[in-house]
């Protein structure tokens, strides 16, 4: 069986640490609750299969064997990328067609162009409004109580 090499980010950013930090969707993502609000947040605007392949990117770029990539690969395809797909993400014709072609000989990066596409997607339609919502305005309320004990 091949190795694939593969890099990890670890998580460094926690609400705890640093309150005052600008919330940026990069930070979000990286903090498990509020990752979890976000994705609440998005299952009640009827669009979080934004996250969950933008987190299925994200482990796919950990996987170490080939014969776990070319499996993943496809199983992310056929959830998120092909058209009907269950949970179908909005990228363009051209992605597609290139993530097609890719699955022949996945690899690491076969999903990058759908992944950034999709981050930006959020960072720039679903963040801000989640930033603005009742769900948002709850957890910060939360955190802002664990910072006084």
Known sequence: MQKINHVKHPSNFSWQA???????????????????????FLKSEFSEENIDFWLACEEFRSTTSLADLHC????IYQEFIQPTA??????????????????????????????????????????????????????KCKSRTLWCI
């Open 18 to 40: 640093d309150h005052k930090l600008h919330l940026t969707l990069e930070n979000l993502l990286k903090d498990k609750k509020c990752l979890a609000a976000f994705r609440s």
């Open 86 to 139: 269950c949970r179908e993400i909005n990228v363009d014709h051209y992605v597609r067609e290139k993530i097609k072609k890719a699955l022949e000989k996945p690899s690491l990066s076969c999903f990058d162009e759908a992944q950034k596409h999709i981050y930006l997607l959020m960072e720039r339609d679903s963040c801000p409004r989640f930033l603005h919502s009742d769900a948002y305005l709850r957890l």
């Open 72 to 75: 993943r690969a496809r199983e």
